[in-house]
């Protein structure tokens, strides 16, 4: 499996709470994703980074910042989290932004806001 | 926006029966298109892919996808499906000046009955 570690794995917290997702990958992968999996939905893409402090939007961008310092880590910050947020996050990342031959997705995020 | 449809979300299927499962996009350059499995409990591992050449690409596990850029489809096969195929299955998309943006499609859950 590609080194990429998604933390925490679950999280509970309450409505109007800012919580950060972190995505870590031993890679060097230039591209990384931040994707939410809502039933009926498939995944749909927050942000997305294709550097170091180059980030960008996705379809479903609102109520989300994401944050790239360095290759190795993506951070997904919902700065106060809504119900509307309570999902399953995955981070991907890829070496090749345009072929994705090699796009790995970590283990997942499951976040519940009550 | 660019946009992947999946037109069908659920598909149960008895053992031996043929499998086609639809996708379309929006998007009227050119595209890198790609079929993901996801099984119960696990990653999303990439099924088949198709950047340019024949439009007839075979993938993991007997599975095939066809592309028909007049009809901006993507359409995922198999002639006779297994009782381990059962899983949920995303088409994704790359237009060519996203620099990146991997845009899935809302899924189609697949139900193989033995």
């Known amino acids: 499996d590609a080194g990429i570690t998604q933390s925490p794995r679950h999280k509970v917290t309450e409505t109007g709470t800012p919580v950060t997702l972190r995505c870590h990958q031993t890679?060097?992968?230039?591209?990384m994703y931040w994707y939410r999996q809502d039933p009926g939905h498939g995944l749909r893409l927050i942000h997305y980074?294709?550097?170091?402090?180059?980030?960008d939007k996705g379809e479903v961008s609102d109520g989300y910042s994401v944050s790239r310092s360095k290759t190795e880590d993506f951070l997904l910050t919902l700065e106060s989290a809504t119900s509307s947020q309570t999902s399953v996050y995955f981070c991907?990342?890829?070496?090749?932004?345009?072929?994705?031959?090699?796009?790995?997705f970590g283990s997942g995020t499951q976040l519940s806001v009550l | 926006a660019q946009s992947v449809s999946q037109h069908n979300h659920h598909v149960i299927l008895s053992e031996a029966a043929s499998l086609e499962l639809g996708c379309n996009y929006s998007?009227?350059?050119?595209?890198?298109l790609f079929w993901y499995v996801q099984y119960p409990g696990q990653h999303l591992q990439l099924l088949l892919k198709y950047f340019s050449g024949d439009p007839l690409v075979k993938g993991i596990k007997g599975f095939e996808a066809e592309f028909i850029k007049s009809k901006f489809s993507f359409n995922l096969r198999k002639p006779s499906v297994q009782w381990s195929d059962t899983a949920e299955y995303f088409c994704?998309?790359?237009?060519?000046?996203?620099?990146?943006?991997?845009?899935f499609g809302q899924g189609t859950e697949l139900s193989v009955k033995p």
């Open positions: 890679e060097n992968h230039r591209y």
């Open positions: 991907a990342i890829s070496e090749s932004g345009q072929n994705n031959e090699k796009l790995f």
């Open positions: 998007y009227g350059g050119t595209v890198n």
């Open positions: 994704a998309v790359i237009p060519d000046n996203q620099g990146g943006k991997l845009i």
């Open positions: 980074s294709y550097g170091v402090k180059d980030t």
